[in-house]
């Protein structure tokens, strides 16, 4: 089996089998994004208890690449640290704008390196960033701001 064959299998299988998909509570925020460029939207919710991100839920209305990166994100940020949850999304946001000039960091990105052919298509990166961004946007909002 050739990398790309493996890697569309781990696509297939994500989007079939979503991690953490579902909403549920509780959650301290919670927030929706689309990417109009193609549709999908995502409803998503983040709890954090102290400095760690314990649950991650979710609700997408998309395409595959969309659904399965949302999976991907799941299995790689939910029981980590804000931090480390926060680095592996800037770790897929390099990849996806890498262009398939880096190599993905696999041990940020897990299942995800299976989305690196994904950055060459302009059209779908938004597809397998919506996810990512949402748990951004959700964690930041749940995480209490510092007094200056
Ligand atoms: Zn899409």
Not at 54 to 81: K, N, P, T
Not at 121 to 143: E, I, S
């Amino acid at each position: 089996m050739d990398m790309r064959t493996l890697y569309q299998e781990i696509i297939l299988d994500h989007a079939k089998d979503a991690e953490g998909s579902g909403l549920r509570e509780p959650f301290q925020a919670e927030v929706s994004h689309v990417n109009p460029t193609c549709g999908d939207e995502i409803r998503l919710r983040a709890q954090l208890q102290d400095d760690q991100l314990v649950d991650v839920s979710y609700q997408v209305l998309g395409c595959r690449i969309c659904m399965a990166s949302a999976s991907m994100m799941c299995e790689q940020v939910v029981g980590r640290s804000v931090q480390d949850a926060l680095s592996r999304y800037d770790a897929m946001l390099a990849m996806m704008r890498s262009r398939g000039a880096d190599e993905p960091d696999a041990e940020l990105l897990g299942d995800a390196v299976a989305l690196a052919g994904i950055a060459k298509m302009p059209a779908r990166v938004k597809c397998a960033l919506l996810g990512w961004g949402a748990m951004r946007d959700a964690v930041n909002q749940a995480t209490p701001q510092e007094d200056p």
